[in-house]
């Protein structure tokens, strides 16, 4: 194998956390995640019914809780009252679904100083005002990381595109390359986040892209040794632990 000299590595994006081996979305899974020195962490997040941006993956708490019922139907205290870890292993009992200023706090705490990957799940419900909500958090002081927003709801992307004008504003895609083929792609998407199995069977996607892309969700060794060949700007990856290791053997 050739040995290149990479200028920029890979950026290793930490999926829900450590999703691997702690209960995603997690103080633990993000605690996990920076002790492993991931370069940025990915979450999700929602609104409760009482307006507080709560970070779960899916919009029901039934799969990684002890609960059951829809986020945007309960308030905080209500979603605080059910076990966030115990699902993925008992060990972990005790966890809490976390509200976003939590996990701001958490990594201020542990130093962070990666990239906050901070979905907007907007694409099954709307929850009117959250990416206002988000901003103002995220605006409300200086934090040691910096972040970026990605959602497959561009809508979400253009609001917030207005609100705060310098951030980096990520597109998700399952399959709608074509719109980037064709540079139908608007200019407040500064990056673009396709699932992998697209884009590794559309390396046009990279060729034609002038905008950074980062594939999800990387998580074979095969897979990150594609990525890290062809230079992809970031994956992001249940195993980050893992995907550091091998991106360091192979982007010197
Ligand atoms: O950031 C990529 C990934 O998080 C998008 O899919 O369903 O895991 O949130 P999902
Ligand atoms: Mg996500």
Request: glycine share 4%.
């Amino acid at each position: 194998n050739q040995q290149m000299n990479h200028e920029v590595q890979t950026f290793v994006f930490a999926h829900r956390g450590s999703k691997c081996n702690r209960p995603e979305n997690t103080l633990a899974s993000f605690r996990e995640a920076v002790r492993v020195h991931s370069d940025g962490i990915e979450l999700d997040v929602h609104l409760s019914i009482d307006g507080e941006l709560i970070v779960i993956h899916d919009e029901k708490i039934d799969r990684t809780t002890t609960g059951k019922g829809l986020v945007r139907k309960m308030t905080v205290a209500e979603l605080k009252r059910f076990d966030a870890g115990s699902w993925f292993k008992e060990d972990f009992r005790g966890e809490k679904i976390p509200i976003l200023s939590e996990v701001l706090s958490l990594l201020t705490d542990l130093h962070f100083t990666g990239s906050l990957n901070i979905e907007i799940k907007t694409d099954k419900y709307h929850y009117p005002g959250i990416e206002k909500k988000l901003s103002v958090l995220m605006k409300s002081q200086q934090w040691p990381f910096t972040h970026l927003y990605s959602s497959f709801n561009i809508d979400s992307l253009k609001i917030l595109s207005e609100i705060e004008p310098d951030v980096e504003l990520s597109y998700l895609t399952n399959n709608r390359l074509k719109k980037i083929e064709n540079g139908l792609l608007t200019d407040f998407i500064t990056s673009i986040h396709p699932r992998k199995s697209y884009a590794f069977k559309h390396p046009v996607l990279t060729a034609l892209s002038n905008k950074p892309v980062r594939l999800w969700t990387v998580n074979s060794e095969s897979e990150m040794r594609q990525a890290f060949h062809e230079n992809v700007a970031g994956i992001i990856t249940d195993y980050p632990e893992q995907a550091i290791r091998i991106r360091n053997q192979i982007q010197k």
